[in-house]
């Protein structure tokens, strides 16, 4: 194949920019709290990114038409293998030697070998994963592509329906006004006040824990047999009596005790402003254009949600998966049933089209944000690489998913090169394991949303 044929450009040119987008993630959003830079990370999760985006732009390339299709069928399975390898052997191998690393009393000779162990142990418990579920026929050997992909793809639609579950009810939950609570002002001001109170209760508290503690030292240190010390506290009539020096630890026992639940009301009071004010300013915001147009939104947002619980439960108890993809199945409606005269192969194309991007588009952003917010919440500068590694192997195998859950949004001809790219799948499995997983998703986030909806707010008495 000719090196500067327009096909390998495109490629060439596309791989090149998302590992550039990947790159730039990387450093302005997951590391631009930490001036240590791992470069093995770095381009550990910007191949990923990339090796990620690039499947989707080729399902995108089928649609359209875009590349040869010898050429698109290369580098299909250029990628495919690429990623496979990246997920199975580059991530894990690093993962491993990264803790391994970490650990003071691992020595330096004993890296390599643990790491290979280690790895070793995850091909193990990966090879496994497979063996409770129905995802390939007994016909596939070990070192078949399908055998590799099967085991991927159960984690990775498991991450799908997990994050789209909570997403499906969290969305309406957040754009919709009707749920935002009342808060005035007041209350607000009431609850930093009651907040001020602690603080100032425990400041009080701790003054005079401290000052028994300086009591304390130095009546010990008068006792130590300093003429000129004990001298001068007698002048100062400072010296403890035993029975002193008892009551003093008496209330020092006290005071901690009465710290200890004064600092723990103070931080639930501390969260509460910080909810009340979030409060308070959603609904300022609801009043807004912007705000009223998420409002509309989040009731689109809630009806999608109400009709996938309802379609997946369908899908479960009947055991039914759909054969043909949603655009041309609706054009067929509109055809034979609403008489409507329309090109459904040129229509369908085009849609279709639109259909892939929107969630290409969906998919990687929502990931990404998921991904940043989980970054922050546990990492740390000891744990940062390691958490990174752990994400774009979480992030390879979501794309990777994704690839085989879309192959049933776009029609049958489109299909064809992903089926055969994949291999020998039971694909019905897939979207069967989906909507299990998203039902039971969708209804804990239901729940679990309700009961932090319902949470009164803290009702304490200061005495």
């Given at each position: 194949m000719?090196?500067l044929?327009?096909?390998?450009?495109?490629v060439?040119?596309?791989v090149?920019?998302?590992?550039?987008?990947g790159?730039l993630f990387?450093?302005?959003?997951?590391?631009?709290n930490?001036?240590?830079?791992?470069?093995?990370?770095?381009?550990?999760?910007?191949?990923?990114?990339?090796?990620?985006?690039?499947?989707?732009?080729?399902?995108?390339?089928?649609i359209?038409?875009?590349?040869?299709p010898?050429?698109?069928?290369?580098y299909?399975r250029?990628?495919?293998?690429s990623?496979?390898?990246?997920?199975?052997?580059?991530l894990?191998?690093?993962?491993?030697?990264?803790?391994l690393?970490?650990?003071?009393?691992?020595?330096?000779?004993f890296?390599f070998?643990?790491?290979?162990?280690?790895?070793?142990?995850?091909?193990?418990?990966?090879?496994?994963?497979?063996?409770?579920f129905?995802?390939l026929?007994?016909?596939?050997?070990?070192?078949?592509?399908?055998?590799?992909i099967?085991?991927?793809?159960?984690?990775?639609?498991?991450?799908?329906?997990?994050l789209?579950?909570?997403?499906?009810?969290?969305?309406?939950?957040?754009?919709?006004?009707?749920?935002?609570?009342?808060?005035d002002?007041t209350?607000?001001l009431?609850?930093?006040?009651?907040?001020l109170?602690?603080?100032e209760m425990?400041?009080s508290?701790?003054?005079r824990?401290?000052?028994?503690?300086?009591d304390?030292?130095?009546?010990?240190?008068?006792?130590?047999?300093?003429?000129?010390?004990?001298?001068?506290?007698?002048l100062?009539?400072?010296?403890?009596?035993?029975?002193?020096?008892?009551?003093?630890?008496?209330n020092?026992?006290?005071?901690?005790?009465?710290?200890?639940?004064?600092?723990?009301?103070?931080?639930?009071?501390?969260?509460?402003?910080?909810?009340?004010?979030?409060?308070k300013?959603?609904?300022?915001?609801?009043?807004?254009?912007?705000?009223?147009y998420?409002?509309?939104?989040?009731?689109?947002?809630?009806?999608?949600?109400?009709?996938?619980?309802?379609?997946?439960?369908?899908?479960?108890?009947?055991?039914?998966?759909?054969?043909?993809?949603p655009?041309?199945?609706?054009?067929?409606?509109?055809?034979?049933?609403?008489?409507?005269?329309?090109?459904?192969?040129?229509?369908?194309?085009h849609?279709s089209?639109l259909?892939?991007?929107?969630?290409?588009?969906?998919s990687?952003?929502?990931?990404?944000?998921?991904?940043t917010?989980?970054?922050?919440?546990i990492?740390?500068s000891?744990?940062s690489?390691t958490?990174?590694?752990?994400?774009?192997?979480?992030?390879g195998m979501?794309?990777v998913?994704?690839?085989?859950?879309?192959?049933?949004n776009?029609?049958?001809?489109y299909?064809?090169?992903i089926?055969?790219?994949?291999?020998?799948?039971?694909?019905?499995?897939?979207?069967?394991?989906?909507?299990?997983?998203?039902?039971?998703s969708?209804?804990s986030?239901?729940?679990f949303?309700?009961l932090?909806?319902?949470k009164?707010?803290?009702?304490?008495?200061?005495?």
């Amino acid at each position: 194949m000719d090196i500067l044929s327009p096909d390998v450009l495109i490629v060439f040119v596309s791989v090149a920019l998302f590992f550039i987008c990947g790159w730039l993630f990387f450093m302005k959003q997951l590391f631009r709290n930490y001036e240590v830079h791992n470069r093995v990370v770095q381009l550990l999760f910007s191949i990923t990114f990339a090796l990620s985006c690039v499947m989707f732009e080729l399902i995108i390339f089928e649609i359209l038409g875009i590349l040869e299709p010898g050429s698109r069928l290369l580098y299909w399975r250029l990628g495919l293998y690429s990623i496979l390898f990246v997920l199975i052997v580059a991530l894990p191998l690093y993962v491993a030697f990264t803790l391994l690393s970490s650990i003071s009393f691992v020595k330096d000779s004993f890296v390599f070998p643990l790491t290979a162990l280690l790895w070793l142990v995850y091909i193990y418990f990966f090879w496994k994963l497979g063996d409770p579920f129905p995802i390939l026929s007994r016909q596939h050997g070990i070192f078949t592509i399908e055998q590799a992909i099967s085991r991927i793809g159960v984690f990775g639609v498991t991450v799908m329906a997990v994050l789209s579950g909570f997403g499906a009810v969290n969305a309406p939950y957040t754009c919709m006004s009707i749920f935002a609570k009342k808060v005035d002002q007041t209350s607000i001001l009431q609850m930093e006040k009651r907040l001020l109170q602690t603080m100032e209760m425990i400041a009080s508290k701790k003054r005079r824990l401290a000052q028994h503690e300086r009591d304390i030292s130095l009546s010990a240190f008068s006792r130590g047999g300093d003429e000129s010390v004990g001298l001068l506290n007698r002048l100062w009539g400072t010296v403890s009596s035993p029975i002193t020096s008892i009551t003093t630890s008496d209330n020092m026992k006290q005071l901690k005790s009465e710290i200890a639940p004064l600092e723990e009301l103070s931080r639930h009071l501390f969260l509460e402003v910080v909810e009340l004010r979030n409060m308070k300013d959603r609904i300022e915001y609801s009043k807004t254009w912007m705000g009223k147009y998420f409002n509309v939104l989040g009731h689109f947002f809630s009806i999608y949600c109400i009709w996938k619980i309802f379609i997946s439960t369908v899908n479960i108890v009947f055991d039914r998966v759909g054969k043909v993809d949603p655009v041309t199945k609706s054009m067929e409606i509109a055809v034979h049933w609403m008489g409507i005269d329309i090109d459904v192969r040129f229509w369908s194309q085009h849609i279709s089209f639109l259909l892939v991007g929107v969630i290409v588009v969906t998919s990687i952003r929502g990931l990404l944000i998921t991904l940043t917010k989980f970054f922050y919440a546990i990492s740390s500068s000891k744990s940062s690489n390691t958490i990174v590694l752990l994400l774009a192997q979480i992030m390879g195998m979501y794309f990777v998913s994704s690839v085989l859950l879309m192959r049933m949004n776009v029609p049958l001809e489109y299909r064809l090169i992903i089926t055969e790219v994949l291999g020998d799948l039971q694909f019905n499995f897939y979207h069967r394991w989906f909507d299990v997983i998203f039902l039971i998703s969708a209804l804990s986030s239901i729940l679990f949303i309700y009961l932090a909806h319902m949470k009164s707010p803290i009702q304490t008495d200061f005495h």
